[in-house]
């Protein structure tokens, strides 16, 4: 027997209104302080969504807490119905901090190939047309 269960329905309507614009519905809130904010009063930097105030006094910024509350932020904004659109905007922050990040790795390994091919040559018989140390 293959009963198939209606879909229940969605409670997905916001049951917070925005701390400064009482008549507006949002799930977004300061990842700092907790207050609710309405698309207008967020702000989206590093460290994900954040009250004005919050975000004024959050110059100082530990790497490791960013990521962490990136990542909460990204995934606390999923959730909302306007969110895809805040964590595209996020996530191309982080997309060009991780490429930056790449590329450091890829440069590390091509100086590694270029060490161990160093190493190498210098295993194997001394290239010939190198000046030596008489050389004019
Ligand atoms: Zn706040
Ligand atoms: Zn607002």
């Known amino acids: 027997m293959d009963v198939i269960e209606p ?4 409670q997905d309507e916001p049951q917070h209104t925005c701390y ?12 700092r302080c907790g207050r609710y904010l309405c698309h207008k009063c967020v702000v989206l930097g590093a460290a994900g ?11 100082s910024l530990r790497p490791g807490a960013v990521v962490y509350e990136a990542k909460t932020g990204v995934l606390s904004l999923l959730r909302q ?3 895809w659109y805040i964590a595209i905007v996020v996530l191309g922050f ?3 901090m991780g490429c930056s990040m790449r590329e450091d790795a890829e440069r590390a390994r091509e100086i590694q190939m270029v060490e ?3 190493r190498a040559q210098k295993g194997g018989p001394p290239p010939t ?5 008489n050389a004019p």
Do not use: M, V
């Open 49 to 59: 969504p954040r009250c004005r105030d919050c975000a004024r006094q959050s110059i």
């Open 81 to 83: 119905p306007y969110g």
């Open 94 to 96: 982080l997309a060009r």
């Open 116 to 118: 161990a091919q160093q």
């Open 20 to 31: 400064r614009h009482k008549h507006i519905k949002t799930e977004l809130s300061c990842g």
């Open 129 to 133: 047309d190198a000046p030596g140390p």
């Open 7 to 10: 879909p229940a329905p969605q």
